[in-house]
Structures are given as C-alpha cells and as structure tokens.
C-alpha cells in the first residue's frame, strides 16, 4: 500500500461561530470573552500557529468578524440548520484539499493538534474526526473539498447530523491521545 500523506499547505482552518448561543443566553458565543479576549481570537490565534489559511463562518455580527482580516461565510439558508451548513460554506470556499473544522468554543486543544493529526493519517479518506478514549468529537474534522457534493445532498434532503455525515463518507476516527478536558466546550455563561 502506497503512503498517503496531507501537508499543512494543503488544509485550510475553519472556525464555526455561526451558532445560536442558545445555552449562553443567545450571546454570539464567538464573541464572548475568555481570559481577556473573545473566544474567536484564542481560535485564530490557534489556528496561525499551525495553518497559513484561515475562513471564519459567522451568522451574526460579520463586520465585526471580518475585521480579524479573515475571510467570513455566513449560512445562505435562511433556516438554521447546524453546523453542516458552516461547513458546507467553508468547502465551498477553501481553496486548498483539506479543511480542518473548529468549533469556536473549544480553545483548549493542544497547540500542535493539527500536526499530530497530519502525521496520523496513513490512509486516503474523505474525512478523519478526532475522539478520545471516552467519546468522539465530529466536530473536529478534517474533511476533503470533494465530499461537497454529498454534504449539499444531505442538506438539500435535510440531513443535518454532523455524525450520519462522517458516517456517511466513512471517515476515520482518530484518536491522539488528547485528554477529554482539552475538549471542553464553553457551554454556559459560567464558563466565561
């Protein structure tokens, strides 16, 4: 069996803040401040050390986030539909093979995350997900430009489980060794 290899110059970051902010009162969590500053720069700042290209998919407030100087989706559909929809943006718009999908609420993973994964993947798959030995975590994934066309499928035929995607497309979990609490989403007001 021939290696297969991804290169960092080949994945393109991207941020999900495009939620509701439901458990946070409605607060556009993206904005939120953590440790002296909103949450979506902790993620930028995350995603600079390791990626040269960066895409933030935001729903509300976009001239703020476009003013990280990144380039900033928003759902075309007028229906939330979750993170798929995010997703389904940043595959249209990313100009490398791979996207590495973040959510924007998870801003302790290690700082070298991206090239742990890199040097994991031994086989081609449309997507690879990251879990621990507790439980996996779809949301961050690193998911090839051309599983576009099964993504817009799923969602036109309102399929909007991040999960029955991976499924779909058969994609590898994979596991680094990461602690579970690296995964930690800021999920209430408390975290803050």
Partial sequence: MTAFNVSK??????ILAGGQGRRVGGQDKGLL???NKPLVAHQIDWLKSQLSQIIISANRNLPVY???GFQTLHDQD???RGPLQGILQGLRQCQTEWLFVLPVDVPHLPTNLI???LARIKKRQLAYYLKTDIRAHYLSMLV???????????LNNNQNRVRDFLTALNAEAINLDIAEDCFANLNTSEDY
């Fill in 9 to 14: 110059t080949e994945v393109t970051g991207l």
């Fill in 144 to 154: 090839n430009r051309s599983a576009l066309t099964q993504l817009e499928q799923r």
């Fill in 66 to 68: 476009q003013s990280y």
């Fill in 78 to 80: 007028s229906h939330y």
């Fill in 115 to 117: 090239e742990m994964l």
């Fill in 33 to 35: 401040v953590y440790q």
